[in-house]
């Protein structure tokens, strides 16, 4: 779980990805050589702060969003959210601006509307404040800042070492409105009509989806994916043996909105294993649900 | 009217048209051997469950949403909507899951906010429930479920018979967030250059939208369609003789909104007959609003 | 200032910008001669009423849009609004129908909510009302409706006049949702690859940023541009001499938003004057703060 830890690490608000990127891009040009297939690398000042890997001939897309919420310090110290984080009086924000790093503590009112930060001087408009990462292991859980969505990144690398056909997209924006998905979506429809996307995401622990049950496949949030296509993925799962959980929800959405809302044909689903303490810094997931997020997407990157 | 009965017994909530697009497709193949001109058939696997007809050298495209609202099971026989259907205690649903046929009754509370299916047994995470149709006629009026918007395909198809040139695309999603239109429209403009778009939908009756009173050309809904446009469509109606009146609304959209949102510049205007008790069961239009929509249609697809 | 008092005084809501688009095309046939570079005028009908000035090698897009809020009127002399005006009872509203001239004084309740006009005879359904223009100039201000964004399509055909590489696009619709820049920044990617665009617009006086201290460059608003680029934008700003003020919002939006959304990669950073008495017949800009527009403009068309 190192590779988890450092990726936690990594200030990446939305809007400001360029550091995971570069992160991501040593990490990728290391360890690929290792992997069964070499992928093509896309990147460079044509994909904003994206990356792309591109392994054989592919059918279908990963999409792992590389942003986090957190916050903008705006005028006398105090904040606007970027995306929706929680904000409770405490929390510890890390950031940095002209006059050096920056530690200090969010206070919120009681709705959490109105949010500051205390720190004994004035920081410059626009710096971006982060949850300081706390990473912390269990033999059953890991609990950081940030799982959403370092763990889908994660889980994406994972499944890029055995990966022969298919593309990896690390977007931007994703917390906050999205703005990436729809020019990746462009360049894989007209390069490889590619129809297929599977979100590389993590979502709530709700009363129908438990922690340890197995990685989520949702069939709805405030999007609804095509039908066809989420039987054809929940019959593949279901051949698998891995655990797995279906979740339906009203609200919450993903990069799989952006690609819904593209002028291409995609079919997409969110898969990813479920957390608590959602857009907090105390994150946690279930050990056995991240396993079974890497094996469901190995076999479904196979099969579909 | 056995068509449109026909049409809304079809259960093809917003993301799953598929049955729709079939049924479609059947009666297509079977009865435009005595159209005037024969179509083009566009679909499969890259147009995802819609279906384009195109006849002729095109200048125009109706666009028709196959889909419905209705409801999507989550937990413990919970319901949560699809799209913004009318949700009151007694409405009888149908659909089906891996156990057979569900047929069962709708619970709301006082605030039409939390639902849920009484039914003998669990039913599967994700089925969709829909209002189960009831067809009633009467020397006036046509009432059912999902007049909305099977109404409009019903049109679109009275429309095909004579049709010379122009293309008729029956879209999906449009209840509940869109998905589909970006796409035809991106098809259509590259392929033809199609600037103009008659959105075949139904509408509400209003204070100042009678039923009886003519179909409704729409200046406005949540979205403004391009002034000059709006001009030239009422100023072709003008001429006809089809009664017609003039909607102006705050809210409410279409699949105009997507078309207007999408990278190409295509005018749209939204043209159909108003309902009585929207996105109910007991969805109800006038006769004479329903001769004129396609009166209207027909005529406009010429002179446009 | 006669350039700009004229602007102020076109009649062009949200949907309708023909006249004022036919105005620019005018003054830009008249003036250009005298320009430093002869611009290539893109229009015509596959532009809707969107206006493009191509200059030289263009590497960056100025966009400022030419819509202003309004109200439509609807049944019974009722009002709604077209984007989010100022309503208050006593402005004086203008428009014109079928029957004429009309000029009438806007009458809200309480909450601004229900708005209606009054005037001695029905107005046709569909008829747009806008702040009858009231030019006010002093020493240090200029006051009028609808500086927002006149002054913004004011700004660029100042720049114009110097402009040796780049775009400006005088686009729709954009205080209603949109439409227009996402196939404008189609055409901008596919023919000349852009990649930076610039808004052009109005922005808020608010507790950070004040009258007279400068032109604003957004850091943020409802969405958050790509970091590198807002860091290049101040770090080239911080060059010129030239007074600016950073803001950091929460809301509000721009064609920055369309940018974004839209399948390009494009990056794209707010600039302009501030303005008290938003969307009201009375906005107010400081002459500093628009002098200091222009000049920062021309600065980042050639540096950018």
């Given amino acids: 779980m190192e590779l988890l830890k450092s990726l936690c690490q990594v200030h990446a608000p939305s809007g400001n990805e360029a550091a995971l990127k570069d992160f991501l891009l040593t990490y990728i040009r290391e360890q690929s050589p290792r992997w069964q297939v070499q992928p093509e690398i896309i990147e460079g000042p044509e994909w904003q702060d994206c990356l792309m890997l591109v392994f054989g001939e592919p059918r279908t897309a990963i999409f792992a969003h590389m942003d986090s919420v957190g916050f903008t310090v705006r005028y006398d110290n105090k904040l606007v959210p970027i995306g ?43 710096t971006e404040l982060v949850f300081k990462a706390d990473f912390r292991e269990s033999p059953t859980h890991v609990q950081c800042c940030y799982l959403d969505n370092r763990l889908g990144v994660w889980s994406a690398l994972q499944v890029a070492e055995t990966l ?29 009509h590619i129809r297929q996307a599977l979100v590389s995401d993590i979502t709530w622990v709700t009363e129908g989806v438990k922690p340890g ?41 993903s990069d799989g909105k952006e690609i819904q809302a593209s002028p291409y044909p995609i079919d997409w689903c969110f898969i990813g294993a479920p957390e608590e303490n959602v857009h907090s810094p105390h994150e946690r997931v279930h050990r056995d649900d991240i396993e079974a997020m890497v094996a469901l997407y190995r076999a479904l990157m196979r099969h579909l």
């Fill in 213 to 253: 049950k197995g990685v989520v496949i949702s069939l709805r949030d405030q999007r609804i994916p095509r039908r066809s296509f989420l039987e054809r993925v929940v019959s593949e799962a279901s051949q698998t043996g891995v655990p797995y959980q279906l979740e339906v929800e009203e609200w919450g959405g």
């Fill in 164 to 192: 022969e056909h298919g593309v990896i997209c690390f977007s931007c924006w994703e917390e906050h409105g999205g703005g990436s998905v729809s020019y990746l979506v462009r360049y894989l429809w007209e390069r490889f």
């Fill in 84 to 126: 929706g984080p929680d904000a409770k009086t405490g929390y510890r924000l890390v950031g940095r601006d002209t006059q050096g790093e920056i530690e200090a503590t969010l206070v919120a009112d009681e709705e959490g509307q109105i949010l500051c930060v205390d720190f004994p001087r004035l920081i410059d408009r626009g």
